[in-house]
């Protein structure tokens, strides 16, 4: 740790910034990552025509209304610790920790799929992954690696979000044109109510399409806030829309499958039977790539969020020394032991967890949102969402709904955990050290 809290002043100050391109990667990664994971929409839809106008209607009232408030107020406060500071600012430091904690722990948690993913979609060509003895050396090797990367630096992560995009991308375009001959529309339109799982259904949807606000949280590591943020976040909405839509619009206007087989993975398949054998390995690939990158993403978020958090006077001082590369090296292992210690638990358990986890916090950030526009009306807003207070409210009210449907969605173990958690506000948050966050 001496090596960080050596490293002098200058050598961070100059360290790269994050440009637009490596922004909407990290944005995509943060979101998205890719089609991978958004079969069982079709199955819990009953059909391909629940997933198709999902993937169509949910970025109207969802992404967009997030990825504008997020615009408008990452600008605001181009800060290091993004939505803290906004609850914190609105609702004081009580609720900015609250924040903070619920939403580095759904983001922590979402992180732990992603090493166990990568060795899923290996394991179909090395069996040895299958194996106990071989598979947790293979997941500490994957964190350490990933961990190490994000260590030496936001733009090495951002540019490898962009070539890992690329990558992850490419085989599902391609796979579009090549089944341009074979689509059939109506097939489009098939749905059977009586296999509808509501609760599967909009929790796929709802995970596929939030984060959007994560990005917010490295404010402070981009280059030019104010114009970079909203661009990105708009190349980010138009490239995830679309890298869903694509892939299913092809699969399921081409195949002629039964709901029921369209599970996590299933686009190797539908490679395979769409292109052959070398598609369905790229795809493959491309799926462990992804999961990568999804890691790199998730884990720069958390880290520079505990960061933020620190710089506020809400964590120890630890967690905001910098090493040399300009990276919070005490937060980024923070938040890698947590991913290391959650593996454990099942897709379904983290996903039900992590959403409402996510749930509460969105709440709260577009209460945020309305009370700074009546609060602070003077408040600087390089980029500012083209409506007055009523209709700030209108554009969060059909969200708003759709995350308390998720909550209400949820089992009776995700209830009893969230309501019986310790207050860890009482155990750790630290007097400040420095006046909270003025304007």
């Keep these: 740790m001496g090596e960080e809290e050596g490293a002098s002043t200058s050598s961070i100050k100059t360290n790269p910034k994050l440009t637009l391109l490596p922004l909407i990667a990290l944005i995509f990664y943060e979101v998205s990552g890719g089609p991978f994971g958004i079969e069982d929409s079709v199955r819990a839809g009953g059909g391909p025509l629940l997933s198709l106008l999902g993937f169509m209607v949910f970025p109207l009232f969802w992404s ?3 990825a504008l408030i997020t615009a408008e107020l990452a600008t605001s406060f181009p800060e290091n610790g993004g939505y803290v500071i906004w609850i914190s600012s609105a609702f004081g430091p009580f609720w900015g920790f609250q924040e903070g904690f619920w939403k580095w722990f759904s983001g922590v948690m979402d992180n732990a799929l992603y090493p166990v993913l990568f060795l ?3 394991k179909h060509s ?19 690696s990933l ?3 994000n260590y030496r630096g936001l733009h090495i992560v951002g540019f490898s979000a962009v070539s890992l995009a690329v990558f992850s991308l490419l085989p599902f375009l391609v796979m579009g044109v090549i089944s341009i001959p074979r689509i059939k529309p109506k097939q489009w339109l098939v749905v059977d109510f009586n296999k509808v799982d509501w609760r599967g259904y909009f929790n796929s949807m709802f995970w596929n399409l939030n984060y959007w606000d994560k990005a917010s949280t490295l404010a402070g590591e981009v280059e030019n806030p104010s114009k970079t943020f ?7 909405v138009v490239l995830v829309v679309c890298s869903y839509l694509i892939p299913l619009l092809a699969g399921t206007g081409t195949l002629n499958s039964p709901s029921s087989e369209w599970t996590d993975g299933y686009f190797s398949e539908v490679g395979m039977l769409i292109g052959g054998l070398w598609l369905k390995w790229w ?11 999804l890691f790199e993403a998730e884990m720069s978020g958390d880290a520079f969020q505990l960061l933020g958090m620190s710089d506020m006077g809400m964590l120890p001082a630890i967690f905001s020394s910098r090493s040399k590369y300009g990276t919070p090296t005490f937060s980024i292992l923070c938040s890698a032991t947590g991913v290391i210690f959650l593996s454990w638990m099942s897709f379904q358990e983290i996903l039900e967890f992590l959403n409402f986890l996510y749930s509460i916090g969105m709440l709260l950030e577009f209460a945020a949102f309305i009370k700074l526009r009546i609060k602070k009306p003077d408040l600087h807003r390089p980029y500012r969402v083209p409506l007055e207070t009523f209709g700030v409210t209108m554009l969060c009210l059909p969200p708003a709904l759709l995350l308390v449907l998720v909550m209400c969605l949820a089992s009776a173990t995700t209830f009893i955990i969230i309501w019986t958690r310790p207050d860890l506000n009482k155990k750790f948050r630290m007097k400040p ?5 003025q304007i």
Excluded: C, H, W
């Design 126 to 144: 090395f069996p040895i992954f299958n194996n106990m003895i071989a598979r947790i050396p293979a997941l500490l090797g994957i964190a350490v």
């Design 120 to 122: 899923d979609y290996l």
């Design 230 to 236: 909203p661009k990105a976040l708009l190349g980010a």
């Design 64 to 66: 967009i209304p997030e």
């Design 433 to 437: 050290r420095l006046v909270f966050f």
């Design 283 to 293: 795809i493959q690939a491309a799926a462990a790539m992804s999961n990568l990158g």
């Design 147 to 149: 961990t190490y990367l």
